[in-house]
């Protein structure tokens, strides 16, 4: 070992260590932003070395130097420019962008190191099957996240995208995979064989992502940000470079607990998920209502102000369609208005309600909603018998009573017990049934009222009415 | 098995078992930033763009090394600014909730 790689290897060393305590860190509220520095710490560090190395082996060309500043520099820009400006509704589909992109480069690395030694080397596995893994894994979640930042952003349908013949296909692609990694595993190098998997591995990737419907996007977004950094564990190996290889395995492993994590708030299993076709997540925005039940209530703006003025405890539970309306401001501006006339306001927050687990807290904590109004599911369950009305803009299956009962889609899924409290009133744009499918007998129980709206219109119209009932 | 390839990868099971224990039961309000922070630790792959870049010296060795380093540097300079921007909402100054903890 020259100075230089013994010097490398600690500072790798240092940088792996700065990403496992910041993912430590990030698991607790309070820590979790210095994590989040931390790593980035480590980022640096690893990034710095890099630099030294290649300058002290004096191997990169002049046009090398323009190629990599260059990429990095509109890269940067880029990343940055986006993430500074991406509203809070739209991170799911920035965040899967970025994943698309991190599987992208970790592919790049393995075609690049293939390519070099193509033209009838013969390579040993050691070096061919790290290859393979990283170009195959690498280019699935290139296409893959590509299409989960379509669905999630709306250029491509949220429903599942099926056709004829679709099983067909895949087993074909399946078998266009096994061939080439049987291939570049098996003959001297030939750089056909390589663009035949990565070709094969980006169809596979759209294969697998098309027939997933919306609402279950981000836990595969989350699944395939796993996958990423499996590819770049494998580039490590390919590349030489123990640091890939510890933050690629970190993160394929951390990523695939928070994949079966979201997915069981969800109520999902992750391989139910992935035979796809189930939920469109476009239900909260398709109003052809089913079966309306009967005894449903109706209100306007004017008593929903009035019921907010008067009352002592009021509970707000945001859901998809709050986040869909954008109407995060309005709800804040409610609660600040409620709150500054003595009355107690707090937020009860499903566990899955938004876009994706932990959504909702960050679009109210983006208005300013201090974090302790925004109540668990297990504390605001405790606090719906003693709260006047709670006010259900946009949830529904969340709040459904009939999770209580066995038999149907949605048996078992823990609940926000909104039923329990003194006056319901739902904010929806119609009838049509939530993301499960599933009929919601809390629209028609005699405490509940609706009030047909979109959430962010609706809102401004009770802060208008609520404003009249407190100013008289 | 040559040397360099048993380290490597005792080196990736270990870093699975951290990576396995370290994340046991997120609450579900950190899901999304930790995903967002764990996508952000991927970028490190932009390493392995400057390894490429060093030996490139054809063009479409430089298409490539390009490709990896602008992609990995969208990926590792975006995923921290937006995983930043999203956990610095949650430790924004308080305003006063006394009247809420009189009521417990």
């Known amino acids: ?33 210095r994590g989040n520095g931390l790593s980035a710490v480590g980022m640096f560090l690893a990034v710095i070395m890099i630099v030294i190395t290649i300058i002290a082996e004096g191997k990169i060309t002049g046009t090398g130097w323009v190629v990599l500043i260059l990429g990095l520099a509109l890269g940067v820009w880029y990343g940055v420019a986006r993430a500074r400006k991406v509203p809070m509704t739209d991170v799911p589909q920035l965040v899967s962008l970025f994943n698309a992109v991190g599987g992208g ?25 790290p290859v393979l893994l990283d170009v195959i894994i690498g280019g699935i979640t290139f296409s893959g996240s590509l299409i989960a930042t379509g669905k999630l952003s709306g250029h491509v349908p949220g429903k599942p995208i099926t056709f004829p013949g679709a099983r067909l296909v895949n087993v074909l692609v399946v078998i266009a995979i096994l061939v080439a990694a049987w291939l570049m595993i098996g003959l001297p190098t030939n750089v056909w064989f390589m663009v035949l998997g990565l070709i094969a591995s980006l169809v596979f990737g ?16 989350s699944l395939l940000n796993a996958f990423t950094g499996l590819a770049v564990a494998f580039a490590g190996f390919v590349i030489d470079n123990q640091v890939l290889i510890i933050a690629g395995a970190l993160v394929g492993a951390a990523g695939t607990i928070l994949t079966l994590q979201m997915a069981d708030a969800m109520n999902r299993s992750v391989a139910n998920i992935l035979a796809g076709g189930f939920g469109t997540g ?36 945001p859901g998809y369609g709050l986040a869909a309306a954008q109407a995060q401001h309005e709800v804040a501006e409610l609660a600040k208005l409620l709150t500054d006339n003595g009355i107690n306001v707090n937020y009860a927050i499903h566990p899955v309600a938004g876009r994706m687990p932990g959504h909702m807290n960050v679009l109210l904590a983006d208005v300013n909603v201090p974090y302790d109004q925004m109540k668990q599911m297990e504390e605001a369950n405790s606090m719906f018998e003693n709260t006047d ?40 744009r119609s009838m ?41 | 098995m040559s040397q360099e390839l048993y380290t490597n990868l005792a080196i990736f099971v270990m870093s699975l078992l951290v990576g396995f224990e370290v994340m046991s039961k997120i609450p579900s309000t950190l899901q999304t930033p930790m995903m967002s922070g764990a996508n952000a630790i991927h970028g490190v792959v932009v390493v392995g763009a ?16 390009f490709l990896g380093a602008f992609f990995a540097a969208v990926n590792v300079a975006g995923g921290y600014t937006v995983t930043d921007r999203m956990l610095g909402m949650f430790n924004r100054p308080k305003k006063s909730a006394s009247k809420e903890d009189e009521n417990k």
């Open chain 1, 1 to 33: 070992m020259s100075a230089l790689t013994t010097v490398a290897s600690l500072v790798y060393l240092i940088s792996a260590v700065c990403y496992v305590i910041g993912v430590h860190l990030m698991r607790s509220p309070k820590t979790a932003r």
């Open chain 1, 105 to 129: 480069a970790a592919a790049v690395i393995g075609i690049f190191d293939y390519a070099v030694k193509a033209g009838g080397t013969h390579l040993s596995v050691a070096f061919s099957l």
């Open chain 1, 206 to 221: 759209l294969l697998m992502t098309l027939p997933i419907g919306g609402a279950d996007m981000p836990v595969v977004v």
């Open chain 1, 282 to 317: 476009d239900s909260a925005t398709n109003s052809t209502a089913t079966e309306v039940p009967v005894n449903v209530k109706e209100t306007s703006a004017d008593d929903i102000g009035l019921q907010l003025a008067y009352a002592n405890n009021v509970m707000i539970v």
């Open chain 1, 389 to 428: 009305v709670s006010l259900v803009i946009g949830a529904n299956d969340v709040t459904n009573p009939l999770a209580r009962e066995s038999g149907n889609a949605i048996s078992g899924m823990p609940i926000l017990d909104v039923d329990k409290s003194k006056s319901v009133v739902v904010i929806k």
């Open chain 1, 432 to 472: 049509s049934t939530g993301y499960a499918g599933v009929q919601n007998p809390l629209f028609s129980m005699d405490n509940t009222q609706m009030f047909f709206s979109d959430a962010k219109k609706g809102l401004a119209d009770i802060i208008a009415s609520t404003k009249e009932y407190i100013n008289q």
């Open chain 2, 50 to 65: 400057f390894v490429i870049a060093a030996e490139a010296n054809s063009w479409i060795f430089y298409v490539l090394a």
